[in-house]
């Protein structure tokens, strides 16, 4: 189930505090898209070559890639135990 699961790179926001996003997690990605259906690009997995490609994807919506997970409420923040004490919480 992607519900409710913390993204380390995701860009959304928390107006209403309640420690989920208020815009829709998802998962696109050319490169992955591209080293699946052209597996001789695997040797460039991990390199400077296959990030821009997914920068480029992102600028561009021309070249927007597959979904390939939407997490309709991100988590956000950390659990923290001792900022939770500190602010009051369970």
């Known amino acids: 189930v992607w519900s409710g699961n913390r993204w380390d790179d995701y860009r959304?926001?928390?107006?209403?505090?309640?420690?989920f996003g208020d815009v829709p997690y998802e998962l696109r990605s050319l490169s992955g898209e591209l080293t699946a259906k052209h597996?001789?690009?695997?040797?460039?997995?991990?390199?400077?070559?296959?990030?821009?490609?997914?920068?480029?994807?992102?600028?561009?919506?021309?070249?927007q890639p597959r979904l390939i997970l939407r997490d309709p409420h991100p988590r956000m923040g950390l659990d923290d135990p001792v900022r939770e004490e500190r602010r009051g919480g369970d």
């Open 39 to 63: 597996p001789e690009l695997r040797l460039l997995a991990g390199t400077p070559a296959l990030a821009l490609i997914d920068v480029a994807a992102h600028a561009m919506p021309l070249l």
């Open 12 to 19: 959304g926001y928390d107006l209403d505090g309640d420690g």
